[in-house]
């Protein structure tokens, strides 16, 4: 009982400071995806705070951390844009309209877990899901460039001299904390620490570089201090509740849940096999969705998890959902009271941290086994990798499981066989080897020479399996080949599943089919399938 407790209290102290820890990189972080938005930096903060907490508390994946996120900001600055275009600048009807979007995009998340679509991440291949990983990690890296950029004269220019020297220093020191604090001690967060430290650095020395308040004073905003999160009232006085509301904010909803719930659920994936455990897909599409319709309600931008926190959270310690709790607590609390101390922080020693993510999250053994995979495997992981950068995370993974499923389907269709042999009697037998499905048909029908065979034709599918309609239009039509031809065809070996269907679209082919089981395998297939 005693070591139980100890346990207890040592994965709390690892999740609480694993939660500060993230908190610190979500202020940034949701900063400047409010400003890619183009919307007030609050917005993005409060959507990571109340986000965070709810997902934190009813989410499948306890230690995944979740707020506003890049790839959702990018889709949300066509329709903030043209939202403001439907009425007057003082309006503010696109931030309006983002909220009503988001709010439909909850309802979309949460009948997603409602109807248990979350298990079929479990489709995702693995070249896919390496392909992600490599491609966010370069994201979140390129992400971090803009960092290394000053404004001068109205316009962001890459930093040089002294300020350039300054920032990698500060970078490379951030980075260095984090790599050897762990040799000497384990138990101590080096990210969190690597923070102070360097805060302590710039500004007990007094350097000029650019901090957290700075960066969001240059983006427009007025600085990270506000109050609690608001009931939007204005949202059902401003957006009229049409028809054609909902044609304009429905392809957002159904892009933004769609690349929230890929996001949330690929992260999810990575989790489990980073804690070795297992998450609940479903419970997280629920709270995802649920969490998105709170956050709008109450001003928030929306958001899913997040892959770069999630891991800063896993690799300091964090690994139930009081981590999630307090990172999404003390946001508030660095909101609502630690604004000014929050502001002093060096954008050098986030920077420094999430380039030590990316470093965490790239999957380097990729490039050891591209020569190892199948080609179609390889250029699925380079692809995903790509489309991921160039475009976005929902795109790139559903064409490469789309690829994937082509190339498989095409390995597949190479497959069929049929074993050919005439018995005493005289009938002809084929027995066929393979999958027969859609890919399949075409090399199924190429092996039976419908002309020149017997009266009497037996197929034997005791090492086939037939997979879908297609596999079945073709058996129909073979059948009535060789009847044109006026001879007999029995169907053998064929799987309960497969004779009702075929019974059941023609009675009469009862009669080409023979129930007689004399193959001691296919007892055992039956057993084993059951």
Request: with cysteine; aromatic share 10%.
């Amino acid at each position: 009982m005693t070591e139980f407790i100890r346990n207890r209290v040592t994965n709390a102290k690892d999740d609480i400071l694993s939660g500060l820890t993230v908190a610190l990189a979500l202020v940034p972080e949701a900063v400047a995806f409010s400003f890619v938005a183009k919307i007030d930096p609050l917005v993005g903060l409060y959507a990571a705070f109340m986000i965070g907490l709810i997902t934190a508390i009813f989410g499948g994946r306890p230690g995944m951390i979740s707020g506003a996120t890049g790839a959702l900001a990018v889709v949300m600055v066509d329709l903030v844009a043209e939202g403001n275009a439907m009425g007057a600048p003082s309006d503010n009807l696109g931030l309006y309209y983002l909220f009503a979007t988001v709010i439909l995009m909850g309802v979309i998340q949460m009948l997603a877990g409602i109807f248990k679509l979350g298990k079929f991440v479990r489709l995702i291949p693995h070249s896919v899901m390496m392909g992600f990983v490599n491609g966010l990690a370069i994201v979140i890296f390129l992400s971090q460039l803009e960092m290394f950029m000053t404004k001068e004269g109205g316009e962001h220019v890459w930093m040089t001299g002294t300020n350039l020297m300054m920032m990698v220093g500060l970078v490379g020191l951030t980075m260095g904390i984090m790599h050897f604090l762990p040799k000497l001690n384990k138990k101590l967060p080096e990210a969190l620490i690597a923070i102070i430290v360097v805060s302590a650095i710039a500004i007990f020395s007094k350097m000029d570089v650019a901090t957290v308040g700075s960066f969001i004073r240059e983006g427009g905003g007025q600085g990270l201090g506000g109050g609690l999160p608001k009931f939007q009232f204005a949202l059902f006085e401003k957006i009229p509740f049409t028809w054609e509301t909902l044609k304009f904010i429905a392809p957002y909803s159904i892009i933004l849940a769609a690349i929230g719930l890929i996001e949330s659920l690929m992260t999810l994936n990575l989790i489990d096999e980073l804690t070795d455990s297992r998450g609940d897909s479903n419970r997280e599409c629920l709270a995802q969705g649920g969490a998105n319709i709170v956050t709008a309600l109450f001003g928030g931008m929306g958001g899913c998890a997040m892959i770069g926190q999630s891991i800063i959270n896993i690799k300091g310690g964090g690994r139930t959902r009081l981590s999630g709790i307090v990172a999404a607590l003390a946001l508030l609390g660095f909101i609502l009271f630690a604004s000014g101390l929050i502001e002093q922080v060096p954008i050098a020693a986030l920077v420094g941290v999430m380039f030590m993510v990316v470093i965490g999250t790239f999957a380097w053994s990729s490039f050891r086994i591209l020569g190892k995979i199948p080609r179609s495997d390889a250029f699925v992981l380079i692809f995903v990798s790509a489309i991921t950068v160039f475009f976005n995370l929902a795109t790139a993974v559903i064409a490469g499981v789309i690829i994937s499923a082509l190339a498989f389907s095409w390995a597949n269709a190479k497959r069929i066989r049929a074993r050919k042999s005439i018995r005493e009697d005289g009938t002809k037998v084929y027995e066929i080897w393979g999958p027969l499905f859609f890919g399949s048909i075409q090399a199924f029908n190429q092996k039976f020479d419908v002309t020149d065979d017997p009266d009497v034709v037996e197929i034997d599918f005791i090492e086939s399996r037939i997979s879908d309609h297609s596999a079945i239009e073709a058996l129909f039509a073979l059948i009535e080949r060789y009847e044109a031809a006026g001879k007999k065809v029995v169907l053998k070996h064929l799987s309960e599943d497969c004779k009702k269907i075929m019974v059941k679209a023609s009675p009469k082919l009862s009669a080409n089919i023979e129930d007689d089981i004399d193959d001691p395998r296919y007892f055992v297939m039956e057993t084993v399938l059951k």
